[in-house]
């Protein structure tokens, strides 16, 4: 039987359990809420409310076993070409710790130590300056790392400020700089490649606006191109081509965050996502939160045929979780051929959405609870506040707790319009506290967990082709856009000619 037999058997297993409600799953076996619950330090996950028995676990971990997800880590975290459509290797556990040690991760974690050694030099000169706000130019996994990180840890006493520049619409560069004073601000722009059209046509504003290039920095791959912009090696960062732009926030792309936070919160970071690191490597697959959640999701997926995922984080402070998930899942699992070409004949990645309780509960719930699709959510909840509005937290953990019950187990009623149908499966994770640390783990799990999900279904998770036609058709239209050629589709053209008579 080949991997695809297994996955397309797991629809057998729905099938079974399609009579039964998820309520009476759990009243069945109560000792789920337990057994279905692992930890990791101060990380906490709950899988009881999925819709799986343990026989179709067992069916899950036998999938687990036959695709091999332990060597896999090992292979991954080894520095193996897990990346072979574009010859690379994906060592961005590299960057937080030695989880092996091979040769390639040695050397790889000794060029991370000697940038981090650089980011703080750069930090402690320019703390030494009157600047006050940094401006990040940089845009997907160049931006949205260090975007949300920044977001959810900063504290308003910072050394420095720190804004975004990541949209080529100008409005975005406009509304940031708007509110800053170029003699204080220093520039980062921040791009794998360099060659990113957004990032160039919004650096470019950015050196512009400041007016003096002494305060601009650079991170990238690519030295020469930084230089032909105009930005010197002593204010350059390093990145390397074995680590992947969506997985890249704890290199020299997260200078952003190391200026927010400070380095050393920045190395907290790092040592959370090592820690998970030694987890999804160590622990037994029956043990390993990544590996639950992996398999969750491709039971999700694969047996309930569940066409989105909801990533639902109760806390304020993680509000754009669900974009930095969008980018890292879809762009990884977006896939349709496996790793040999063929097709992969299975439905891979779901499409990822969602948004922070509870404000969500007041706009898009409605669906989760009432809609004809059934959404698999995945709700964060963080145990301890970080501020002193204790009936808030209270209320907002209530909240939490009650959708995860209400969406699993429903509520009958006479009126069909008062009828909950519940069997709405969600896993629960629980940060003790929202810290650099925790923070770090989170991301990490997610990580993992993708790159556990391309292996059971067969796909490379380092490669994003999908993204460059697009782009490539974007750069061909440019010159139809300012009027020097006509565009070759009969639509673009009817298009062009209503934006060149400005409708
Ligand atoms: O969106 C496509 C993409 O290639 C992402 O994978 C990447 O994170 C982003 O563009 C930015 O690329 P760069 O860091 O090279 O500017």
């Given amino acids: 039987m080949t991997m695809r037999d297994w996955l397309v058997g797991l629809a ?179 791009s794998k490649t360099f060659g990113t059209q957004e990032t160039l046509l919004n650096g470019q504003i950015v050196r512009d606006w400041l007016g003096d290039d002494s305060r601009l920095y650079a991170v990238s791959t690519n030295a020469q191109r930084v230089a032909d912009f105009g930005i010197p090696p002593e204010r350059t960062l390093p990145m390397w081509d074995w680590v992947g732009g969506r997985y890249s926030l704890w290199s020299a792309v997260g200078f952003p965050i190391a200026l927010a936070l400070g380095m050393d919160c920045f190395e907290q970071l790092l040592e959370g996502a090592a820690a998970i690191d030694a987890h999804a490597l160590h622990a037994p697959l029956r043990q390993n939160i990544a590996v639950w959640h992996a398999l969750t999701a491709v039971w999700n997926r694969n047996g309930l045929h569940a066409a989105t995922q909801a990533v639902l984080p109760y806390d304020d402070r993680l509000k754009l979780l669900p974009n930095y998930l969008q980018q890292l899942v879809m762009e990884s699992l977006g896939k349709r051929v496996r790793l040999d070409g063929s097709d992969v004949q299975v439905e891979t990645v779901p499409v990822w959405w969602g948004g922070a309780g509870t404000d969500t509960q007041h706009s898009f719930f409605q669906a989760l609870h009432q809609g004809t699709q059934v959404v698999p959510a995945d709700f964060i909840g963080v145990v301890q506040a970080d501020h002193p509005f204790a009936a808030n937290h209270a209320a907002l953990l209530a909240n939490l707790l009650a959708q995860t019950e209400a969406l699993a187990n429903g509520q009958n009623s006479d009126d069909p319009h008062r009828r909950y149908p519940g069997g709405r499966p969600s896993t629960l994770l629980l940060l003790e506290a929202l810290t650099p640390q925790t923070l770090g783990m989170l991301i990490a799990l997610y990580e993992h967990s993708v790159f556990l999900q391309s292996v059971l279904w067969g796909i490379n998770a380092f490669d994003q082709f999908g993204v460059e036609l697009g782009k490539q058709v974007a750069n061909r239209l440019l010159p139809a856009l300012q009027g020097e050629r006509e565009a070759d589709d009969p639509v673009t053209r009817a298009v062009l000619a209503e934006l060149r008579s400005g409708a």
């Fill in 12 to 190: 057998a297993h729905a099938q079974r359990l399609a009579g039964q409600s998820l309520a009476t799953l759990i009243q069945a076996d109560p000792a789920r809420a337990q057994d279905f619950a692992l930890r990791c330090g101060p990380l906490y996950a709950n899988f009881a409310r999925q819709r799986y028995d343990r026989v179709a676990l067992d069916a899950l971990f036998d999938i687990a076993a036959r695709a091999d997800l332990a060597g896999a880590m090992q292979r991954q975290l080894g520095g193996d070409t897990v990346n072979p459509t574009e010859g690379r290797a994906a060592l961005h556990s590299a960057l937080r710790g030695e989880a092996t040690a091979s040769a390639f991760v040695l050397a790889a974690r000794a060029q991370a130590m000697a940038a981090q050694l650089r980011m703080r030099e750069l930090i402690e000169a320019l703390a030494a300056t009157d600047v006050t706000d940094i401006v990040s130019v940089g845009i997907g996994g160049s931006d949205l790392g260090p975007r949300l990180v920044v977001d959810a840890l900063a504290t308003p006493d910072a050394r420095f400020r720190v804004h975004f520049i990541s949209n080529v619409d100008g409005n975005a560069a406009r509304r940031v700089l708007a509110g800053l004073d170029p003699k204080k601000t220093a520039g980062v722009v921040i």
